[in-house]
C-alpha cells in the first residue's frame, strides 16, 4: 500500500471520529475535524506534510510527488 493510500485512509476515519464525537456530544470532536483541515491546508500551500514524511520512512515507498 502506498503512503498517499494509507494518509489518505487515516484522514477519512480521523475525520469520521471526529464528526461522530461531535454529534454525539463531545465538543473536542471538532477540533479533530478543524486539525485535518488545517493539516490538508498547510499542506498544500507549503508542499511538506508531516504524515507524509513518516509514512514513506515506514513503507519505504516514495510518495507520489517524490
Given amino acids: 500500500m502506498t503512503p498517499l493510500r494509507?494518509?489518505?485512509?487515516?484522514?477519512?476515519?480521523?475525520?469520521l471520529a471526529g464528526l461522530?464525537?461531535?454529534?454525539?456530544?463531545?465538543?473536542?470532536?471538532?477540533?479533530?475535524?478543524?486539525?485535518?483541515a488545517l493539516m490538508a491546508?498547510?499542506?498544500g500551500i507549503t508542499g511538506f506534510?508531516?504524515?507524509?514524511t513518516i509514512l514513506k520512512k515506514i513503507t519505504g515507498k516514495p510518495t507520489m510527488c517524490g
Fill in 20 to 36: 461522530l464525537l461531535d454529534m454525539n456530544g463531545y465538543e473536542w470532536g471538532e477540533y479533530l475535524i478543524w486539525f485535518v
Fill in 49 to 52: 506534510c508531516p504524515s507524509d
Fill in 6 to 15: 494509507i494518509q489518505r485512509i487515516m484522514m477519512s476515519i480521523v475525520l
Fill in 41 to 43: 491546508l498547510f499542506a
